[in-house]
């Protein structure tokens, strides 16, 4: 079997960013911050007959308006291919022991009250996957459905820069990372070839969205315990579980340095593989 080098692709323009519009305001999340406050350190803890949180234990010790990350990758993966196979054609003379075509001469076999004739061919076959999915840049167990409402529901705008004071979460899952994803779900269908000429991963959106979350920490002073209240800027959803997050992006960010791909993003897109990486027309090794 030959297989062709594989080529990733991404396009001029692909990386992009965008932020969302706040719905509800820093002041109305403080708000619903504070009545839910109790509610910060878990269940159990407000649940304890002995020892419970209460309003006069309970003080706001840091709040944050803060823009936290997801990533739509939209790429295609291209592949032209030979596949090797073996065509059974009925044949519907009981009588015919041997068929020839094009001075090809072909047995046939019966079995009961049918026979065929076996046909080795080469199919010339052009194929493509497409890959289009929303993931969160925290690594969080949130389906693509709810980032994909978020889309479809609220306005967002492109920005050609966000500021370092901006409060921008760093992403967990940072843009290598997901392009890296991506390539191995696409990898991961399998393409039924003999040869394989031209094989192509192609990604066409690399978006970055940022969404406005507020964030409340309370300090329960007789348990020394603290626990964090999120708001969701978009919905008004409180989740009362929250996550104080130190690693911010301290720089001005632009779709630009979105292009963080490196020469060792060619080696492990695919461990072992051979690969060829284009960015925008420039090619990398």
Same mark, same amino acid.
Not at 81 to 88: A, P, V, W
Not at 241 to 256: A, F, H, R, S, V
């Given at each position: 079997?030959?297989?062709?080098?594989?080529?990733?692709?991404?396009?001029?323009?692909?990386?992009?960013?965008?932020?969302?519009?706040?719905?509800?305001?820093?002041?109305?999340?403080?708000?619903?911050?504070?009545?839910?406050?109790?509610?910060?350190?878990?269940?159990?803890?407000?649940?304890?007959?002995?020892?419970?949180?209460?309003?006069?234990?309970?003080?706001?010790?840091?709040?944050?308006?803060?823009?936290?990350?997801?990533?739509?990758?939209?790429?295609?993966?291209?592949?032209?291919?030979?596949?090797?196979?073996?065509?059974?054609?009925?044949?519907?003379?009981?009588?015919?022991?041997?068929?020839?075509?094009?001075?090809?001469?072909?047995?046939?076999?019966?079995?009961?009250?049918?026979?065929?004739?076996?046909?080795?061919?080469?199919?010339?076959?052009?194929?493509?996957?497409?890959?289009?999915?929303? #993931?969160?840049?925290?690594?969080?167990?949130?389906?693509?459905?709810?980032?994909? /409402?978020?889309?479809?529901?609220?306005?967002?705008?492109?920005?050609?820069?966000?500021?370092?004071?901006?409060?921008?979460?760093?992403?967990?899952?940072?843009?290598?990372?997901?392009?890296?994803?991506?390539?191995?779900?696409?990898?991961?269908?399998?393409?039924?070839?003999?040869?394989?000429?031209?094989?192509?991963?192609?990604?066409?959106?690399?978006?970055?969205?940022?969404?406005?979350?507020?964030?409340?920490?309370?300090?329960?002073?007789?348990?020394?315990?603290?626990?964090?209240?999120?708001?969701?800027?978009?919905?008004?959803?409180?989740?009362?579980?929250?996550?104080?997050?130190?690693?911010?992006?301290?720089?001005?960010?632009?779709?630009?340095?979105?292009?963080?791909? /490196?020469?060792?993003?060619?080696?492990?897109?695919?461990?072992?593989?051979?690969?060829? #990486?284009?960015?925008?027309?420039?090619?990398?090794?």
């Amino acid at each position: 079997m030959a297989i062709a080098q594989q080529e990733v692709s991404i396009v001029e323009g692909a990386n992009k960013l965008f932020v969302f519009d706040e719905i509800y305001s820093f002041r109305a999340a403080q708000e619903q911050a504070e009545k839910k406050k109790l509610n910060a350190f878990g269940v159990m803890a407000k649940l304890n007959p002995l020892k419970r949180p209460r309003e006069d234990t309970v003080q706001l010790s840091r709040k944050e308006s803060r823009l936290e990350p997801y990533w739509h990758i939209e790429a295609t993966k291209v592949v032209d291919y030979d596949c090797q196979i073996t065509y059974q054609i009925p044949i519907h003379n009981p009588y015919v022991q041997s068929i020839q075509i094009n001075n090809d001469a072909y047995e046939v076999t019966h079995s009961r009250d049918k026979a065929k004739i076996d046909v080795t061919a080469l199919e010339t076959c052009h194929r493509k996957i497409f890959y289009d999915e929303l #993931l969160d840049g925290l690594k969080r167990d949130i389906k693509s459905a709810t980032f994909k /409402s978020y889309n479809e529901k609220y306005k967002f705008q492109e920005l050609s820069e966000v500021a370092e004071d901006s409060n921008v979460i760093e992403p967990l899952l940072p843009q290598q990372a997901a392009i890296q994803q991506a390539c191995a779900m696409l990898n991961s269908d399998a393409v039924n070839a003999h040869n394989i000429h031209h094989n192509t991963i192609i990604f066409n959106n690399i978006h970055l969205f940022l969404v406005p979350v507020f964030a409340f920490e309370f300090v329960w002073g007789t348990a020394y315990k603290t626990g964090v209240i999120e708001v969701n800027g978009l919905t008004g959803e409180v989740i009362e579980d929250g996550e104080w997050y130190k690693d911010k992006i301290g720089q001005l960010l632009t779709p630009e340095m979105l292009m963080d791909i /490196s020469v060792d993003l060619a080696g492990e897109l695919v461990p072992g593989g051979g690969i060829i #990486l284009r960015v925008a027309g420039q090619l990398i090794q």
